[in-house]
């Protein structure tokens, strides 16, 4: 029985410092499984279809956070809106402009994060730093009364030479300090630093991580 997810999930949860939020990664993942961590104690999950989310948020109980770590469409905040605990990938203005109004319409105030583009791949979406600092300065950006930034994500390149991922998790600490800075200095909501998957979790815990994203380390291969 030591494969079980539950195990994975206790093994990796008693290896990483308490006080990293670990966001188990569910996305594919049928009810069966989904069932099987929540009665083994998993009570944070991560999902990146906004349809997906919402369906087992309303088949599981409600004692769950849950992550939204995907690319959001604007027509799918909809969906998420009224339970979502954090959104984890806000990669343009337009996209928060939305996200507030979906927070205004649940009488909510919806947690985000800044995805910034760290990797070298093109297929990674994310913001340049000069484009939030951009919206950030804005009158537009202090309307928003229904959204909060939290602090900001990124994904390294996938790869297997740790220098490369190393540096460019550099690089979104980096880019954190500079927005805290110049933007949230006195906001206490401002202090997460998502990053780290399954393949590169260590490294981002070393290089300053505050919350890691790990599915397949846990549920095994996604089909
Ligand atoms: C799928 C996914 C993860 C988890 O990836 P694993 O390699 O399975 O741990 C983390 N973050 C995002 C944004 C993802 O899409």
Redesign the pocket.
């Given at each position: 029985m030591d494969n079980t997810l539950i195990n994975k999930y206790q093994k990796l949860r008693n290896s990483i410092p308490k006080e990293i939020k670990l966001i188990a990664?569910s996305?594919t993942q049928p009810m069966n499984i989904m069932e099987e961590a929540y009665a083994g104690g998993i009570r944070i999950f991560g999902e990146?279809k906004a349809l997906d989310l919402r369906d087992k948020y309303e088949a599981l109980p409600k004692d769950i956070e849950w992550h939204f770590?995907?690319h959001l469409q604007k027509n799918k905040i909809k969906y998420i809106a009224p339970f979502v605990s954090l959104i984890h990938g806000v990669d343009s203005f337009d996209l928060l402009k939305e996200i507030d109004k979906f927070g205004q319409k649940n009488n909510r105030v919806l947690n985000c994060l800044l995805q910034f583009h760290i990797a070298s791949e093109e297929t990674k979406f994310g913001l340049a730093i000069d484009e939030a600092v951009d919206f950030l300065k804005s009158p537009d950006f202090k309307s928003l009364k229904n959204i909060c930034i939290c602090g900001v994500m990124g994904?390294a390149t996938y790869t297997s030479n740790d220098d490369i991922i190393r540096k460019e998790f550099k690089d979104l600490v980096n880019i954190f300090k500079k927005i805290k800075s110049d933007f949230f200095a006195n906001q206490e909501s401002f202090k997460d630093i998502s990053m780290g998957?399954?393949?590169d979790f260590a490294l981002a815990i070393e290089e300053g991580s505050t919350m890691v994203?790990?599915?397949?380390?846990i549920f095994g291969s996604r089909l």
């Amino acid at each position: 029985m030591d494969n079980t997810l539950i195990n994975k999930y206790q093994k990796l949860r008693n290896s990483i410092p308490k006080e990293i939020k670990l966001i188990a990664v569910s996305k594919t993942q049928p009810m069966n499984i989904m069932e099987e961590a929540y009665a083994g104690g998993i009570r944070i999950f991560g999902e990146n279809k906004a349809l997906d989310l919402r369906d087992k948020y309303e088949a599981l109980p409600k004692d769950i956070e849950w992550h939204f770590i995907g690319h959001l469409q604007k027509n799918k905040i909809k969906y998420i809106a009224p339970f979502v605990s954090l959104i984890h990938g806000v990669d343009s203005f337009d996209l928060l402009k939305e996200i507030d109004k979906f927070g205004q319409k649940n009488n909510r105030v919806l947690n985000c994060l800044l995805q910034f583009h760290i990797a070298s791949e093109e297929t990674k979406f994310g913001l340049a730093i000069d484009e939030a600092v951009d919206f950030l300065k804005s009158p537009d950006f202090k309307s928003l009364k229904n959204i909060c930034i939290c602090g900001v994500m990124g994904m390294a390149t996938y790869t297997s030479n740790d220098d490369i991922i190393r540096k460019e998790f550099k690089d979104l600490v980096n880019i954190f300090k500079k927005i805290k800075s110049d933007f949230f200095a006195n906001q206490e909501s401002f202090k997460d630093i998502s990053m780290g998957m399954s393949g590169d979790f260590a490294l981002a815990i070393e290089e300053g991580s505050t919350m890691v994203r790990i599915g397949s380390s846990i549920f095994g291969s996604r089909l």
